[in-house]
Each structure stands twice: as structure tokens, then as C-alpha cells.
């Protein structure tokens, strides 16, 4: 009798087909004689980027949005959270607060706010981030920069609670207020509990005052510090015992333009001096960097969560494609070296002495630096090799990480690798290159059909002078770019393989971290929080499992997976579609093809409309006329797919032809298969400025490239002929009779993943991953093993394949600990559906 195994609701709303398994159970079979290979105690740490409101608004513990009133770039006011015609008494006023620049605080934080007030008592207040959080009984610590020029107002007074004209508040007044900026300390304790707090200052005469500066800080602050960190976020960290924190990103470093890039020594000193820019992620959300994070608080953090630092710093490459000129390049490479001089240096050298006067006379760790996100091409290249040569000429031993670009195998990403070879066969750049930083956010089922990415020793050669993999940003994507139980397993199965491969892979981090109930700007994200709440996504404690339970050796290790024949497979189903990016476009002759049957499905010919497209997902502009559609915007995306009700849909051989040619616009065209619903596949021709050709598989808001990558630049004006030939899993596509791209997208994929190692006290760990929902008993053998206990503590994780944390549900899916009897040297485990498990077993 067979059993089916399957992935439910919305794992079969993506068309996957999982296989059939006969009865026969998986089996793992450890030979502790053989060969054991280490696994690097830095393997699994954290990424940490201000992105979803991360660190203002996060875990800096500062309550004030804007304090220092320096929010006024682009479209922003300088007074942005803040509001004012308000009096003490609970009437309006007309009292207004203003921007202003003249007579500043300092020459990085220049602007600063001149508070109008028509009568005593008329004020103005800040609700931080959607209001403030206040807990009665708690005392709050706050502080505020003030000067009255003309002496009209000598004293003010400044209230906490809820923002209601009846709640509760408690005061606190400050006088002696002077003709200078000075600054004045005060601490209130909450009269009541609220959630929709507010920070309010009011004058106590009529006048003008110059404000700048105005800070709150949180009761609950980590470690108790100043300058302080949300202590419910920083202690989740704690929980996690990263090996490394990677900072501060991720595209904050090169910044859209390189006036807002991430400069660290704007990040250090005094907080009221450090230089504001506007945050990379704010889109159309108002962010602004503060700072209150900066890097000493960051190497702080390092420091008392005992975690390796690792900095990344700018290459002068902007997001947008701003580069400095090459005589910079010793600026930047100058900079890396103050950086390690203001970690590591005497406090008697000049940028020790800096960290000194912070407070932290003790050199901090460092020994690893990241130079340059995400960067690529020729230029990067030589700028790598420009600034970690003068890194390795001073300090030979700090490792230094290189880009390979945004993904995992395009030509950016082969192109790094191939330098880093050629620079290893030379004794003079043998040392340049220790690590190569890869990026990967995919669908689930790479994560699924990838894990022997690593055991191929012949482009991950082991040795001595060969640079080891940081997978410094990584994530599985399911329908909704959900944090599901289900995505969580299916990095749980990819991170057995990059354990395996432990002695390669030196340091890996999932990514994002952190993101704040509406201010999200990408996911899925480790952890959710609010003002007041916090939770743990089950990604989150997937890699706290593989943090807490990590071995120092790998068990050379045998997995026989349930004995198969598979179910019938499915292929790549759906519908098709035409679009392009930030391009213009026309498309012509589109023919379906049934090749099963040899019956045109669809053909385009004489079209006189798009009625035959799908409304639902249409994006851009487009019109139609004899048989020619014409695309006119520079959408990104410009889409629109065949209507599923066309009977393309759920055919699995089928030959799309067509011809298109750009109009206008920086990129190329988007031809897509596979598509259902905003699930998709599309040939990206001529993406990345009209440099490359790949296939993306993911969704309308964001795919990620299966097979590899190729040049390409189309021309304007000239008509291109088009063939994508899909055969089940497996699809080709040719240009003008040349085939370009031809790939296999594997929709089955095995039940079970495990890992066995070692620690270095010769505990027993294996990990053992169940993607399926029905229990599987797992065969293991662990032969010529030194004597061990009969029983093995396991952590669990486990729960239904859509099972996600909330607010509201904190902990529906969390690890649990139990007792397993009955281990001996062969023994079968029953690995729960939907499940990690940890299972330790001491040495005798």
C-alpha cells in the first residue's frame, strides 16, 4: 500500500506536486571511522540592517521619532512627528512650531525648532512611532536641548500618557533656561498604561524657545545602558547566541546615492553629533537614519552578546550607479583602515582614542570585514582589490569578504569567483580574498533541491589560500513571502547542508532580522514587533535551533530516502504573458502551442484588443491594434498574462512563440510561462540595465533567478523572434534560433534532510527534517560510534505546514523539549510531521 505525502493549502496553491512513498522508512547511516571534517564555530550568526523600521523605531531604544528635527530630506518637513497647536489645559492653540537653522546645535545636526507660544501653557508634542508605549509605575528617562534668546521663557514643562485631552500624565518641569544651548535631564514615571502615548512640551510663558534634540527613552533598556537598547528585542537576540552579527547591511552601505551611503564615522561621538541621513529602505514611508545605533553600539552589542563583528563598509558604488572616481579610491581604502584602528587600536592612536572617549578604552574584537554589498562588475573588482590590499599590507589578519553580487549564479556571481581564483594562484593576491559574500532569496523548492550546493568540491575547492563562503543574506520564499512553518523546514533542510559543509561555509545568515508592524518594506522577516509586543517568526527558531545545537565536527553520513516510485510529475503549469522593465515594447505574432497534440491554443493574429488577457494582474500601459500589442510605460513590472480560462492552463508541454522589439526604456522584455495567479516564471532579457539574460521564478513583487545567467543587449527598433518550449519540469528558451537558457525546475522533492556531527566533548548531535505531513520513521545507524547514553534530549519544532506566529498568537510554533528512550547504535526515530528535530545524545 502506498501513502501520499503532501504539502497543504497554500504549498498546493503553487502547483506543486510532492511524489508518493512506498511504506519503507528513510534511513541515516553515520560511520564515526570515517573521516571527519570540521565545522567552523562561527557557522550561524545574524544579519542586522535597519530595514522595517529595525533600529529607529526598533531596538535603539529612543521613543522620540525625529528628536533631532534633521528629517528634512526630499519630501519630508523638518518637523516631521511633531505636531503643535495644543495648550496645557486641553485647548487648542494657534502656537506653532517651526524649523530653523540659524545658530544650530553643531555643525552635523544644523537644524533645529523655534516654538512660537501665544500663551502660557501652549505646547507641542511626539507621538513616536504610532504612540507610545507607557506601562504605569515605570520611570522614563528624557532628555531636551534648550535655549531662549530673547529670555522670554524660563522654564517649560513636559508631560507623558496617553494622547486624550482626560488620560493621566505625569510632569516634569525644567527651569533656568538660558540665552545658550544647554541641556536638561529629566524622568517620568507612567501615571497609567497606554499604547497610544505621546511626549508633550509645553512653555510656562509666552515666548519664542529653541528646541532641539527632545529624547525619551524606553523604562525596560538592555543591559541597562545609555544610550540604550529595546530590551524584549535585544534579549531575542540573546536567546539566539549568535556567532557574528553582520552590519549595518544590505543596501544602507552604498546608499541610493553616495551622499546618503552609510559613513561610520558619522555614527560615532557624542549621539547629538552624529550626521543624519535619509534611510536607503524609506521609499514612501518618511525613515530617517539617526544614528542612535551607530557603530559603537553595534560593536557594544557584539560584545555582550559574544558575537564576531563584521562591518561592511562602502566601495564609493551607489545602488543607483553613482561611482566616485578612481583617485578616491585611497580615500575609502584609508577609511577601512581607521575603522580597524578605531576598533582594535591603543586609545592613545587617534581614532582609538575616539572609542575611548565613548567610554570603551579595551580594544574591541574584529577580525573580519565586509568590503562593499551586493556590488559587482570589473570596477568593484578593482576597488576590492585596491582597499583590501592596504587592509592585508597593515593587518594581515583580518579576513576580508568580497561581493558576488545580488544572487547565486549569474555572471556577476561567477565573475567574482573566477577573480578570486586567478588572485589565488598568485602569491602576491594569494591573501586577498578569505571569504566571498553570497546572496540568495529563491522559492522553497531550491531550498529543497540545492542542498548539495556546497559538496561540490570542484568550485568549492577545500584548501589552504582558498577563500570560504559567507552566505551573508538568504531566505525561502513561499506564496505571500510568508514566515510559515513550512519555510522555516525548508531552510531547516538547506541549513543541514551547509552544516555538512561546515569546513567551506565559515559564516551564514538568514535575513531580515527585525521588522515592525506597519513599517515593512520587505519579507518574510525573522522578528515581528509593535510598541509594546514581540514575537519569534518559526524561521526565528529554526536558526536559534541550529545556533544552540551546533556541532564541531560533521559524521560523514549516508541518507536513503523512502523507496520510491514517484507519482506522475507535474510540470511548470499555468498560462503565459508578455511585459518589460522600465521599457517600452511592442509584441507581435504570439502563437500557443499544444505539442502533445500539435493544436495552436492561442494566436494573437488580427488582434484588435487585449480582452484576452487577465484584468487581475495587468500592469502598465497597453493597447492593441492588428495583431500588435503595444506596451507604452516604464512600469517595473510591465505584465499581462492570458487568461486562465483559456485552456493553456494546466497544460504541461507546450511551445510559446512570439516577436517583440523595444521602443524606448533602459531594460528589455519579460516573457513569462508558468503562470498562475501572480506565481510565475519569466525570461528576463535584457534586465540589469540591458546587460543580462536569465530566468526569475517567484511572484509579480519579487522572483529569484533558477539556472544561469548570460550576457544580452538588445537594440531598439529591431523585432526579435522568440521560443520558449516547455516539457514538464524542464524549459528551453531561444532567441532568433539560438537556444540561450535550458534548465530543469525539479517540483518533487525528498522528505527528509539530516545532519550528524559531533562536538569537540564528543556529544552526539543530529538533526532530522521532515517536510512532509505524515510521521516519518527514520533507520539510523551509527556505526563504530564511541559509547553513548541511551536516551537523547530532542528540541522539536513541529505544527501544521501553515502555522505562523502573530501578535495575537505569539507562540503557536515554538521548539519544545522532550526525552527520547531507546538509542543504541541502530535505532528508528519517528520524526513528527512538519518537523525539526535536534536530537543530543552525551557520551558515555
Not at 528634512?72 to 517651526?98: A, C, M, Q, V
Request: hydrophobic fraction near 35%; aromatic fraction near 12%; proline fraction near 4%.
Amino acid at each position: 500500500m502506498m501513502k501520499k505525502k503532501l504539502v497543504v493549502t497554500s504549498i498546493l496553491a503553487a502547483g506543486l506536486s510532492l511524489p508518493f512513498f512506498a511504506q519503507t522508512s528513510a534511513s541515516i547511516t553515520a560511520d564515526f571511522s570515517e573521516t571527519q571534517t570540521p565545522v567552523s564555530k562561527n557557522l550561524f550568526g545574524i544579519f542586522y540592517e535597519d530595514i522595517n523600521y529595525a533600529a529607529d523605531g526598533g531596538l535603539y531604544g529612543e521613543m522620540v521619532q525625529n528628536r533631532s528635527f534633521e528629517f528634512g530630506s526630499g519630501n519630508n518637513s523638518s518637523t516631521e512627528g511633531w505636531k503643535d497647536h495644543i495648550n496645557i489645559s486641553g485647548e487648542k492653540s494657534s502656537s506653532r512650531l517651526k524649523a530653523s537653522k540659524k545658530g544650530g546645535l553643531n555643525a552635523n545636526n544644523p537644524t533645529f525648532a523655534t516654538f512660537t507660544a501665544k500663551a502660557a501653557g501652549d505646547g507641542f508634542y511626539n507621538k513616536g512611532y504610532k504612540g507610545m508605549y507607557f506601562e504605569a509605575g515605570k520611570t522614563y528617562p528624557g532628555s531636551i536641548w534648550l535655549r531662549c534668546p530673547d529670555g522670554s521663557i524660563s522654564s517649560i514643562t513636559v508631560t507623558i500618557g496617553a494622547d486624550d485631552t482626560d488620560a493621566k500624565t505625569s510632569s516634569a518641569k525644567i527651569t533656568g533656561i538660558t540665552t545658550e544651548w544647554k541641556k536638561y535631564e529629566f524622568s517620568l514615571k507612567a501615571a497609567a498604561n497606554t499604547y497610544n502615548g505621546r511626549l508633550s512640551v509645553y512653555a510656562d510663558q509666552a515666548g519664542k524657545i529653541d528646541v532641539d534634540f527632545v529624547s525619551l527613552f524606553m523604562a525596560d533598556i538592555y543591559k541597562n545602558e545609555p544610550n540604550g537598547l529595546r530590551k524584549d528585542l535585544a534579549e531575542m537576540l540573546e536567546a539566539m547566541h549568535p556567532a557574528f552579527i553582520r552590519f549595518p547591511g544590505g543596501c544602507i552601505v552604498h546608499g541610493h546615492f553616495l551622499n546618503d551611503r552609510y559613513q561610520w564615522k558619522n555614527t560615532v561621538g557624542p549621539v547629538e553629533e552624529r550626521k543624519e541621513t535619509p534611510n536607503f529602505w524609506g521609499g514612501n514611508i518618511p525613515y530617517q537614519q539617526s544614528y542612535g545605533i551607530g557603530f559603537y553600539e553595534y560593536f557594544r552589542l557584539c560584545e555582550d552578546l559574544g558575537a564576531e563583528p563584521i562591518p561592511v563598509l562602502s566601495v564609493g558604488m551607489s545602488h543607483d550607479g553613482e561611482k566616485s572616481p578612481v583617485s578616491e579610491y585611497k580615500w575609502y581604502a584609508q577609511d577601512a583602515l581607521d575603522l580597524i584602528e578605531w576598533a582594535t587600536g591603543p586609545e592613545t592612536s587617534k581614532w582609538g582614542k575616539i572609542r575611548a572617549e565613548a567610554g570603551h578604552p579595551e580594544p574591541f574584537k574584529l577580525n573580519y570585514i565586509g568590503i562593499g554589498n551586493e556590488d559587482c562588475g570589473t570596477d568593484y573588482l578593482e576597488r576590492f582589490k585596491f582597499i583590501s590590499s592596504a587592509i592585508k599590507k597593515k593587518y594581515p589578519n583580518i579576513k576580508t569578504i568580497i561581493s558576488s553580487g545580488f544572487t547565486y549564479n549569474d555572471i556577476n556571481f561567477n565573475n567574482a569567483w573566477n577573480q578570486v581564483r586567478t588572485w589565488e594562484k598568485s602569491k602576491k593576491t594569494a591573501n586577498l580574498t578569505d571569504l566571498v559574500d553570497e546572496h540568495y532569496y529563491n522559492p522553497y523548492t531550491w531550498f529543497l533541491t540545492n542542498g548539495s550546493r556546497y559538496d561540490d568540491q570542484k568550485f568549492y575547492p577545500r584548501g589552504e589560500n582558498k577563500a570560504k563562503v559567507f552566505i551573508g543574506e538568504y531566505a525561502s520564499w513561499v506564496d505571500g513571502r510568508r514566515n510559515s512553518l513550512f519555510a522555516a523546514l525548508t531552510e531547516a533542510a538547506y541549513m543541514t547542508g551547509i552544516e555538512r559543509n561546515g569546513d567551506i561555509i565559515e559564516i551564514a545568515s538568514y535575513a531580515p532580522l527585525f521588522a515592525r508592524d506597519g513599517f515593512v518594506q520587505w519579507q518574510p522577516d525573522a522578528i515581528w514587533f509593535d510598541n509594546s509586543q514581540v514575537y519569534g517568526t518559526p524561521n526565528y527558531y529554526v536558526q536559534s535551533m541550529f545556533m544552540n545545537h551546533k556541532s564541531d565536527w560533521t559524521i560523514k553520513t549516508t541518507l536513503t530516502q523512502p523507496v520510491q516510485p514517484y507519482a506522475k510529475k507535474k510540470g511548470i503549469e499555468g498560462t503565459v504573458g508578455i511585459g518589460s522593465w522600465a521599457t517600452t515594447a511592442q509584441f507581435k505574432d504570439i502563437k500557443v502551442t499544444d505539442t502533445d497534440t500539435g493544436k495552436v491554443i492561442y494566436s494573437s493574429s488580427g488582434a484588435k484588443d487585449t480582452n484576452d488577457f487577465s484584468v487581475a494582474t495587468q500592469r502598465g500601459e497597453w493597447e492593441a491594434g492588428k495583431g500588435v500589442f503595444n506596451q507604452k510605460s516604464m512600469a517595473t513590472p510591465a505584465f499581462m498574462a492570458l487568461d486562465n480560462e483559456t485552456d493553456i492552463d494546466g497544460m504541461q508541454n507546450y511551445t510559446l512563440e512570439l516577436q517583440a522589439q523595444k521602443t524606448g526604456g533602459a531594460e528589455g522584455f519579460l516573457i513569462s510561462f508558468g503562470v498562475k495567479g501572480e506565481n510565475l516564471y519569466w525570461w528576463n532579457m535584457g534586465g540589469w540595465g540591458n546587460t543580462q539574460s536569465c530566468v526569475e521564478k517567484g511572484t509579480l513583487s519579487g522572483r529569484s533567478i533558477i539556472g544561469d545567467s548570460k550576457p544580452m543587449n538588445l537594440t531598439n527598433g529591431k523585432w526579435y523572434k522568440i521560443k520558449i518550449e516547455v516539457k514538464g519540469e524542464t524549459y528551453k528558451c531561444c532567441l532568433d534560433g539560438k537556444l540561450i537558457h535550458e534548465f530543469t525546475d525539479v517540483q518533487n522533492f525528498d522528505p527528509v534532510y539530516a545532519h550528524v556531527g559531533r562536538t569537540e566533548n564528543g556529544k552526539v548531535i543530529i538533526k532530522i527534517v521532515n517536510v512532509t505531513n505524515s510521521q516519518e520513521d527514520v533507520k539510523i545507524s551509527l556505526k563504530n560510534a564511541p559509547a553513548l547514553s541511551q536516551t537523547a534530549k530532542v528540541t522539536i519544532i513541529t505544527g501544521g505546514a501553515d502555522d505562523e506566529n502573530s501578535f495575537r498568537v505569539p507562540k503557536q510554533v515554538v521548539p519544545l523539549e522532550e526525552t527520547f528512550s531507546g538509542v543504541s547504535s541502530d535505532f528508528t526515530y519517528p520524526a513528527k510531521p512538519f518537523s525539526l528535530s535536534i536530537l543530543e545524545i552525551e557520551g558515555k
